[in-house]
């Protein structure tokens, strides 16, 4: 977010990783998730790698749906450092998989695997030229958006693109605040909501694992952009990793329990 030129302190790393959950690693990469809900459907697919390849599993209320094995090593990617589950298309007809991250730097190509959730098909295999991770997909499944780490020495360092399904190509500008277009992004993500639809994206960010350099990116799926709030100081003692983003009528709520840290006007994607 706002380049302040925070330092990554090592106590913020350890929490990230005490509290990353299924996303188990330090670094940039939220890494993998146990599983995604289609929670239209009540629907819920997870992915088991093993020496001979991936296991697919769709299941609702603990019954097995369908079932298929597909070649590589690939994940349901998650969307935050706790380890929520992401990679379902706003209809819940595509499955976007990733392969592990290696946290040991930068990748010098990524792939995903899209997969029809109907009857678990692969349709067809994405690389990408370095270190990408997914955000989200589009309401008419046309862009894939994805974080791309682009420095191996700042590990919250990231940029936001879009990659066209159809022409098989990331267009060509990174997705940036309109407001603030030159700043950088930087952070953990640590809570999201999505609007019906998905037409919005909202995701909260840290700094670090303390109480200031707070953030919400709200990303427009629809119409390829976003935005950038910043979030008046952390509330002293209020533990950032257990904060949640809901959004309620016009406004996003970022709360901790029952309290309510801050409230964020969807007309006008400022704090109110």
């Known amino acids: 977010m706002r380049a302040r030129n925070l330092l990554i302190l090592g106590a913020a790393l350890a929490a990230a990783t005490a509290l990353s959950g299924a996303a188990g690693a330090v670094g940039p990469w939220p890494g993998l998730a146990a599983s995604v809900t289609d929670l239209s459907a009540g629907v819920t697919y997870s992915a088991h790698m093993g020496n001979d390849g991936t296991t697919l599993k ?3 209320n603990g019954r097995v749906l369908r079932t298929a094995k597909v070649d590589g090593l690939f994940g349901v990617p998650a969307v935050t450092s706790n380890g929520t589950g992401g990679g379902l298309s706003p209809d819940g007809r595509l499955l976007a998989l990733a392969e592990p991250a290696r946290y040991d730097g930068l990748r ?3 792939r995903f695997l899209l997969i029809s959730t109907a009857k678990l098909t692969p349709l067809r295999t994405l690389e990408l030229p370095g270190e990408f991770g997914f955000d989200a997909i589009s309401p008419d499944a046309r862009t894939l958006y994805v974080i791309q780490h682009v420095s191996g020495k700042d590990l919250i ?33 640590v809570s999201r909501a999505t609007s019906s639809g998905g037409t919005w994206v909202f995701t909260l960010y840290t700094h670090l694992a303390a109480t200031h350099g707070v953030f919400v990116h709200a990303l427009n799926t629809a119409g390829r952009y976003a935005f950038c709030i910043d979030l008046p100081s952390w509330p002293s003692g209020t533990n950032i990793w257990t904060a949640k ?7 996003v709520n970022v709360r901790v329990g029952r309290r309510q840290v801050a409230t964020i006007d969807l007309a006008t994607l400022r704090v109110i």
Do not use: C, W
């Not at 983003?245 to 406004?251: K, V």
């Open 58 to 60: 769709a299941m609702r």
């Open 108 to 110: 010098a190509r990524s």
């Open 157 to 189: 360092q990231y940029v936001v693109r879009a990659y066209d399904l159809r022409a098989h190509r990331l267009f060509a500008r990174a997705i940036v605040d309109k407001r603030s277009p030159n700043e950088e992004m930087r952070g953990y993500p």
């Open 245 to 251: 983003l809901e959004i309620s009528g016009r406004t």
